[in-house]
């Protein structure tokens, strides 16, 4: 009698058993392999006490973390708002980018124009312009606030990129799904909102992660006009101690957010896809 | 004599300023005429050291590349980088060729604010946020709303322009560049006694931490101060810093 | 009264005219099956009534409406004509029974209890109920087939357009479903079939259309046509084919 | 006899021939108004004066235009070989992180982990981390290089956006092509390589090109540890003017080049699309 | 000797046992045909012998060596498959030419003319040279279909499985189609087909097996089956397609 019988299993699930502890077996080793190099052989460089005081400096760590926690809740808060309206922003670019008609070619030369000047000035450059121009225009105290002009720069320029991904998940659904949906009637609305939208963004979803994890640093941007989030108050210290060690300790913040976030979207993707399929 | 061998190049002096370097440190940003305090400071000291004006080297460099660990491009760094405890641990500081006080540079809507603590205190506050102006905000001034940092003074500039911001501290000659030269209708309305705290704001020459040669740019500085070549410097490019009220 | 009728209808790929002229005319109830070899046009003749396809040149009558007017919004037309295409084209993203029930809920303005029990009829009549909850890629083909006529269905339209309905079914489905399309015609659908199902196109369609390269050769009923067809092509096509 | 018969034309080249006419002045007609409100209304705020000062400087981008050109030269080189490797190890993390079989699951592993950590670690940390950790550690002269190290970080972040859009491409490929290719008796390799990238990476080109000009803005992220680009260079000036017009200067250039190249390879997608439907 | 068997091969999508202990055997040079309602598993199992689906259980024999052990390397068994996809799966990124020759090309190392000219032929042989330079989304859905069964013909593989090769042609192609295939069995080729066409199963199969519900109910030669069915169900089935 074969072995797998014996174990009450099919010879598939045994087979596959045994790939999986051994492929566990092989990512442990690796896995320990690395740290042990990294953590034994990384101290031995010459340099290595200067580098751990500047970079991974426990003292400077405690003493920092919890500011840093506390000017992360800015980075929250413009991230709350931005977010959705980037979302928002950057379909509709990708729509009016995507109108068929010719009689919307004014919309998709105004979706193209905006594309194309928003990724292509640099960031920086939008925020000064916007945070600091518009309100040189002469607008009175509450409405010159660097956070909201800060934050429709970023908005802006994050949404020119969204409509881009955007775009790239429209064109990738097949057009005869389009006509199998305009068949039944459907207006192009309908169409685009029920069938191809739901198609696209599930074959953008890793790419829109990026830049929802790209966003949330990049609000960091919006400390060149004053507000001091997370990065600008690791800055300080950086500054005040002549210690880089804040910075981890920002990036350590960062990672805490965006790994279970994006672990969480993979999740629900794989588990999508094996429930279609 | 003292600095042979010690000195990144054999027989030469590199000195690092910032990128760009400002007036009235450095003039039109070209420290090689020797022109603006903080270059004349260096010719100075390079000169009491044995070097010869040929020999001096200026290169640029960044706050950052001035902390990194590992080798430096310098041999001394001059950005009015004021001497603090922490970066002390980091980095070498020489003895301080120049203590600033700090100030505060006011806007055109606020013009009127009277120099107490109790009025700035309701200004609304900025600074940029790698100097020691962040810390001398947040322990003298405390002020009412969280205060504005940026990365330098031309963003400073921008702010107290577009309105976003009322006053900022600066050194004080810094400060007063400022208000006659950039800002329009700004004003210096006081500044902080030098001597009123521990954290007065001392300028030090930056060396990587252990540099040899820090005990002959000691030498030379000390030198100097007592010889009168210092003050003198001082008085040709800071010479307006007097006359600034005090803030009570 | 024609219920549907094509005039001269042009369509071209670039070079490649797909439809040179054809005219057809379709009475109110009729069935018409088009036939033709494979590439003769028939997908393309049916996309073109749906609109699917901007035409060149000529006109397409609905209810003596001309539809095919440039810039017309198309989708009155479109609600009043189902289509089932050659490839299926369900929506992969929804289930069997979420891809018939989108078009009804969305536009026929019918309670959700009516509508669900409607269409869940459908899917019994056309043997799916259990699959009903499985996405495309989860189906077979010929069940994917059957949803795919479901989802026409299901918007109740005044005219069919089938495009080889059955080609992915077994005999005995064929059976049914040819069952149900005379049932509809029973009850006064207009039908376009485009089939390659010649014994199903002798038996049940009012008309037939022989089509080759982009022409009508030739139309009749199915007597005329398998009996005494007037062209040489069509002779030759149908020898071939009934062999 | 109908207008278009007469006109030579067919209705629906008649009607086309109406639509483009209108939508082009309807296009032409939008653009001068949006043009004339912003050349007419903007200069009546009170404070356009000043921002065009700051903003908008004749002298001062005439002063600093041929450096920021000179600068940019700096910038074309760490793109110039950042982008091709970070294409290629982005590719190769998205594969690895799309490994099907169970004995290659610490490949997947160290694809998620290399992307969750190189993606949400800011990348200044990164350009710090390494572009000054590294060369810490003790290397001489020619290794300790910025321009190493720093193009290193910048690959090692890039790669791994780059990655996840690779990856979101690969899974918008419907798996029946796979079985197909499989079928045929290709290998696993030669499935990916001649029939899943191909239309993977026809799926995500805007997206890539939103990264590739992303990474042409961000290799001023370099400046941070020393080498002088043309953003370090505009915001010298923008420090010793205390203007910012220098970065105006800096975006025109980015545009300059960042237009064209946008428009050409939406120009490559558009005929491919029309080519094969 | 048997060129292709399988033993109690048990295939599972989840909950829903799609193939439940199917065995069967191929010998050298036999066409068998795989008849069975809609949902049967037909495309199952021709996937599964194809190695496209894993199995939960059973082993799938080619030329007497065990080709379903886990783990082993696939490509050498598949090389010597053909297939042909119900939905022809064509690469749509590649003309019709390139879909065909991409596999011969990076597999057959032949020279580029030969291999050339020989796909050629195959293009000739299903009437399609004129659309050899076509995407599959230029194609009617019946060009389409050849260009899938050129596409797998060209590998020269020993064993052909075929899922409906014959939907989406006209009658007249289908007999075309089903000439070719009997010139391909005289040349020796090993052939499984999916089918729904009753009329072909009974002229040129060699076996025919009657799936029900992921169970083989029935296997025979045509006329066992035609003429003299065992099962309750087969008959059942027969009858109504047949009707
Ligand atoms: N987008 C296209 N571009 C170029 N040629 C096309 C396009 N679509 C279809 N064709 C060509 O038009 C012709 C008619 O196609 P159509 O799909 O209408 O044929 P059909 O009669 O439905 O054939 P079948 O019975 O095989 O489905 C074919 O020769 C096809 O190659
Ligand atoms: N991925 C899947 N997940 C769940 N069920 C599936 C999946 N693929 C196929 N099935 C189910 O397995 C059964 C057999 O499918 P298969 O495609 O083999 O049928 P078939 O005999 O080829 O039918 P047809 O003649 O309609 O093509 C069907 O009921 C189908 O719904
Ligand atoms: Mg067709
Ligand atoms: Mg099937």
Redesign the pocket.
């Known amino acids: 009698m074969p072995k797998y019988k014996a174990a009450g299993m099919t010879r598939r699930e045994l087979y596959e058993h045994q790939q999986r502890r051994r492929s566990l077996i092989i990512a442990g080793i690796s896995t320990i392999c690395v740290v042990v190099t990294i953590i034994f052989l990384v101290p031995l460089a010459p340099g290595w006490e200067k580098v751990q005081k500047s970079f991974f400096n426990g003292a400077v760590l405690t003493k920092t973390f919890p500011k840093l926690l506390d000017a992360f809740r800015v980075n929250i808060m413009i991230f709350a708002w931005s977010a959705p309206a980037i979302a928002i922003l950057g379909l509709m670019i990708a729509l009016a980018r995507d109108a068929k008609s010719p009689a919307l070619f004014p919309l998709r030369i105004f979706g193209a124009a905006f594309t194309d000047i928003f990724r292509g000035v640099p960031v920086i450059l939008t925020v000064y312009l916007i945070g600091f121009g518009i309100p040189g225009l002469g607008l009175p105290r509450p409405w010159n606030s660097p956070f909201i002009w800060g934050s429709l720069a970023l908005i802006l320029t994050y949404s020119a990129y969204v409509a881009e991904i955007f775009r790239a998940g429209i064109d990738s659904v097949h057009p005869s799904q389009r006509s199998a949906a305009l068949s039944l009637g459907l207006s192009e609305r309908q169409v685009m909102k029920d069938v191809i939208l739901p198609q696209a963004i599930r074959n953008v979803v890793p790419s829109q992660m990026n830049m929802l994890i790209a966003l949330q640093k990049d609000v960091s941007l919006l400390s060149f006009i004053g507000p001091v989030e997370i990065f600008r108050q690791a800055g300080v210290y950086k500054s005040l101690f002549a210690n880089f060690t804040p910075y981890v300790g920002a990036a350590i913040i960062f990672l805490i957010v965006t790994i279970p976030a994006t672990r969480y979207a993979d999740y629900l993707m794989a588990r999508q896809m094996r429930e279609r399929r | 004599h003292c600095a042979s061998g010690k000195t990144l190049e054999k027989g030469k002096f590199t000195i690092a300023t910032g990128n760009p370097a400002y007036f009235p440190w450095v003039m039109d940003d070209a420290p090689e005429s020797g022109q603006g305090f903080e270059a004349a400071v260096g010719y100075a000291v390079a000169k009491e050291m044995g070097f010869a004006k040929e020999d001096v080297v200026w290169v640029r460099s960044s706050f950052d590349e001035a902390i990194q660990p590992g080798v430096k491009n310098f041999d001394v760094n001059m950005q009015q980088y004021s001497i603090t405890d922490e970066r002390d641990q980091v980095v070498d500081f020489s003895v301080p060729y120049y203590t600033a006080p700090m100030a505060v540079l006011v806007g055109a809507s606020a013009t009127g604010t009277a120099a107490t603590i109790e009025a700035l205190k309701n200004l609304k506050w900025g600074a940029v946020g790698s100097t020691t102006a962040v810390q001398k905000i947040a322990n003298s001034v405390k002020p009412n709303n969280a205060p504005l940092l940026y990365a330098d003074n031309a963003d400073v500039n921008a702010a107290i322009t577009a309105n976003q911001i009322d006053a900022a501290m600066f050194d004080l000659p810094t400060a007063l560049f400022l208000s006659a030269v950039m800002i329009e209708g700004s004003k210096v309305i006081g500044q902080f006694p030098s001597s009123e705290s521990d954290d007065a704001d001392q300028f030090g020459m930056l060396m990587e931490e252990g540099n040899p040669l820090k005990s002959c740019v000691d030498t030379a500085l000390n030198s100097i101060t007592k010889s009168g070549i210092l003050a003198s410097i001082e008085a040709q490019w800071l010479q307006d810093t007097t006359g600034v009220p005090l803030i009570k | 009264m024609l219920k549907l009728e094509l005039r001269n209808v042009v369509k071209r790929?670039?070079e490649?005219t797909?439809c040179n002229g054809i005219s057809l005319g379709v009475e109110q109830g009729q069935m018409v099956c088009l036939i033709?070899a494979?590439?003769?046009?028939?997908?393309?003749?049916l996309r073109c009534i749906n609109l699917l396809e901007p035409i060149e040149d000529g006109e397409i009558f609905l209810d003596e409406e001309d539809i095919s007017i440039p810039g017309l919004n198309p989708q009155n037309v479109r609600s009043k004509i189902g289509m089932v295409f050659?490839n299926f084209n369900l929506f992969p993203h929804m289930t069997a029974f979420e891809n018939a029930i989108l078009a009804p809920k969305r536009i026929r303005g019918l309670s959700k209890v009516d509508l669900n029990a409607e269409i869940e009829m459908l899917f019994e009549r056309f043997e799916l109920t259990e699959r009903m909850h499985n996405y495309p890629d989860q189906l077979s083909g010929g069940q994917q087939q059957r949803v795919a006529i479901v989802r026409a269905l299901a918007m109740k339209p005044e005219v069919m357009l089938f495009?080889?309905i059955t080609s992915a079914l077994d005999p005995q489905l064929v059976g049914e479903v040819l069952d149900v399309l005379l049932q509809l015609k029973a009850q006064g659908m207009t039908m376009v079939l485009?089939t390659?199902e010649m014994q199903f196109a002798r038996q049940a369609a009012d008309k037939i259309c022989f089509?080759k390269d982009g022409k009508v050769v030739e139309e009749g009923t199915a007597k005329e046509i398998f009996n005494t067809p007037k062209q040489a092509e069509t002779k030759a096509f149908l020898e071939r084919a009934l062999k």
């Open positions: 790929f670039g490649n797909v033709g494979s590439g003769a046009g028939k997908s393309t003749v050659q495009d080889e485009a390659h089509l």
